[in-house]
Structure formats: structure tokens, C-alpha cells
């Protein structure tokens, strides 16, 4: 899965992208990248927007590796947004794995009402500026 990363410190929220084919070592170079980063913190809020995943390669284990690879804190408010059942269920399944606080994790089909569940304005655009990470199928595999 390629994707990317964005840390807006001053609101205290990542901004995650994913795209493409998603695997369970593209995901766990996420949350390792996530943990190496200095500016984060375990408390920070997450809008993770993998609408355009266009495969899901993920195995039971590798959901269950990547919930306890998490570096985020059971009580950080995340939103995931999906577009697809199988994603929906996934996320669901990730929640499970990562005993996630009920009223901290949500799972969205659209951008606007994750944004607000998060503490910002609905009709906020995604972030203009470049992510602060970006990732590859090919930088994974080699666990950058």
C-alpha cells in the first residue's frame, strides 16, 4: 500500500493516507515509522482515509500484528475512512485486536463527518502541504 503521513503537532492529529494494494508489512512500516517519529505522541488524534485502497492483502495475523504494533494509546480518537465493506470490516476487526476505547475509535464512509468526530470542521479539506512520510509497495519490502 503506498501511502503517506502527515503530523499537524500544533492541532495534535495525523493525517494517514493509503492507496492502492494494502499489505500487513506496508501497515506495520506505518505504526514503526508513526513510533520513530519524535514530534508523535501515543495521544495524538488520527484521520486515516484509505478510500482509495484498491485491494486489501491483509491476513487475520497480520490485523491482529498491526493492532498491537500500534502506537497509538487505547483512548486516542481515531476515525478510519472506508468505502468498502471489506475495509469496513477490517477496521472493525483492527478495533477488536486493539481493545480501541469505543468512543475513541470510529469507523466513516465519507471524509467530512470523520473530520468533525475528530474536532474539526466538517467541510475541512484534507491537508494542502506535503506529508511528512511517504511510503511505497517497494520501501516497505525493504522495511523503510
Keep these: ?4 503521513y502527515l503530523l499537524d503537532t500544533s ?6 493516507r493509503g492507496w492502492g494494494v494494502v499489505t500487513d508489512a506496508q501497515l506495520l512500516a506505518h505504526s514503526d515509522a508513526l ?3 519524535l514530534r508523535f505522541q501515543p495521544s495524538f488524534k488520527q484521520v486515516a482515509d484509505f478510500r482509495e485502497v484498491s485491494e486489501i492483502l491483509l491476513t487475520s495475523r497480520g490485523v491482529h500484528l498491526n493492532a498491537e504494533a500500534s502506537p497509538f494509546s487505547r483512548d486516542a480518537r481515531r476515525a478510519f475512512v472506508v468505502v ?16 480501541t476505547s469505543p468512543d475513541q475509535f470510529r469507523i466513516f464512509r465519507t471524509l467530512s ?4 468526530w475528530i474536532g ?6 484534507w491537508p494542502a ?3 511528512d512520510r511517504v511510503f511505497d509497495a517497494t520501501a516497505a519490502a525493504q522495511g523503510i
Design 1 to 4: 500500500m503506498p501511502g503517506s
Design 11 to 16: 492541532r495534535r492529529i495525523v493525517f494517514s
Design 35 to 37: 513510533r520513530a517519529d
Design 84 to 99: 468498502t465493506d471489506e475495509a469496513f470490516g477490517i477496521s472493525r476487526m483492527f478495533s477488536l485486536y486493539a481493545d
Design 113 to 116: 463527518p470523520a473530520m468533525e
Design 120 to 125: 474539526l470542521p466538517a467541510a475541512e479539506a
Design 129 to 131: 502541504v506535503p506529508p
